[in-house]
């Protein structure tokens, strides 16, 4: 009896430990950097070159990449203490490719940047990537929907989109006074950002700062989201004339034409590409995500119209700024400004949010960006921890870093709980 007993018990606990691990999910995504320090912590910072991949499954070193774990205190942290049977790896491709890989854009790999997953059809770099999910600093444009289309959309039917965090941009850099000392405080007013950005000024006495090193313009060279935010800006303030210098764009070299620097910029990948030039560059000035560049011990950066990213304030979004089915529909020829448009296919379901892109420059800190969340609607491979990670990201109870907000709204727990199937 005791003997039947056992290899019952024995048998129930094989049992559980089977569907434990069947439920066992590592959910794999990647794109915009502007979040790593939300999701993952600073750990990513700490290696050299900084890590592209952050995870805690045990992968083997190779493909030239780097890697890391998240912090416990940051949202891929608390979403795996909460959820012990799922991971979360995350590669930092930025926004424009992450989205083309999650679409299923014809020649898009993440290979240079990330472990190769070609031998898992579920993984973010793969030949034939089908992720579970991707993070934009730029909102889907009608151009993504038509990838989407030729892409992945016969693999998984349609997309989510929802808003879940702003972040605030801030201006890293790097100069030195005429004896060698570094300058920590700079105050530039918008006249001066667009002196600078336009290639007007090309040294920094040109707009008051008392250092005759040359300006070096620093871009990010990938398509991203904070491209996207700050060529917004550039465009809103220091557009003249017919033909406007600046339009709103993920990649800056389409934004802008880089003639007009002279050979002083320097273009970098990624949000710590950026930072890392500034840092070894004299009389440099980039645009990073606030939280990445405060991971940097020493690197000053400089105020806007006397606005601190530090405390820049709250970044306010109502619910009338929440656009449901529209996305990006090109720029406007006149001004450069980003034009929204109504889906105008069967996508058009209920599924897909993003905040109005006017919003970001309403914000009392100047400079701001909105970081969406993309998965599909059908065929995921685990929809609930898919629903469990953005619920995280969105209304978790992790603390965010400084120069995070979460972006609440009824409308994009709706959307979570809804559309994830």
């Not at 003639?259 to 070894?280: C, F, H, P, Q, W």
Request: net charge negative; proline share 5%; hydrophobic share 40%.
């Amino acid at each position: 009896m005791i003997n039947a007993m056992l290899k019952k018990a024995a048998m129930i606990a094989i049992i559980v430990s089977a569907a434990s691990a069947v439920s066992a999910t590592d959910l794999m995504g990647g794109g915009a950097s502007l979040p790593g320090v939300a999701y993952v912590g600073d750990n990513f910072a700490n290696t050299t070159p900084p890590s592209r991949l952050s995870t805690n499954i045990a992968l083997s070193a190779g493909f030239g990449y780097m890697q890391t774990t998240p912090n416990m205190d940051s949202i891929f942290g608390i979403f795996e203490q909460n959820n012990p049977n799922h991971t979360v790896s995350y590669c930092q491709t930025g926004t424009s490719l992450g989205k083309q890989i999650l679409l299923g854009g014809s020649g898009r790999s993440a290979y240079d940047d990330c472990r190769d997953y070609g031998a898992s059809s579920a993984g973010f770099s793969g030949l034939v990537a089908l992720p579970d999910f991707a993070s934009a600093s730029a909102p889907l444009s009608a151009d993504d929907i038509v990838s989407f289309q030729n892409g992945n959309q016969m693999e998984r039917t349609n997309l989510v989109q929802v808003p879940a965090l702003g972040v605030f941009l801030t201006l890293p850099i790097n100069i030195q006074d005429d004896w060698g000392y570094p300058i920590s405080y700079v105050d530039l007013t918008t006249e001066d950002v667009c002196a600078i950005f336009d290639g007007n000024a090309r040294v920094w006495t040109d707009v008051g700062v008392p250092s005759s090193d040359q300006i070096q313009v620093v871009y990010r060279s990938d398509g991203s989201g904070a491209t996207f935010a700050f060529t917004q800006f550039l465009t809103a303030y220091c557009n003249s004339g017919l033909i406007p210098t600046f339009t709103t764009e993920e990649l800056y070299s389409d934004a802008v034409s880089l003639s007009i620097y002279g050979g002083r910029e320097l273009g970098a990948a990624g949000d710590m590409g950026v930072i890392n030039t500034v840092k070894n560059t004299v009389g440099a000035i980039g645009y990073a995500g606030y939280p990445s560049v405060a991971t940097e011990p020493g690197l000053a950066y400089a105020l806007v119209d006397g606005h601190d990213p530090a405390n820049g304030g709250f970044i306010n979004v109502d619910s009338n700024d929440i656009l449901i089915d529209q996305v990006l529909g090109g720029v406007d020829d006149r001004t450069g400004l980003p034009l929204s448009t109504w889906l105008e296919t069967s996508l058009g379901d209920g599924c897909l949010a993003m905040v109005d892109p006017e919003v970001q420059l309403q914000q009392v800190y100047p400079i701001v960006a909105f970081i969406n969340l993309l998965t599909y609607t059908d065929n995921n491979s685990d929809p609930a921890a898919i629903q469990a990670l953005f619920n995280e990201v969105t209304a978790g109870s992790s603390s965010l870093p400084e120069g995070y907000a979460r972006v609440p709204s009824i409308v994009v727990a709706n959307i979570i709980d809804n559309c994830i199937n």
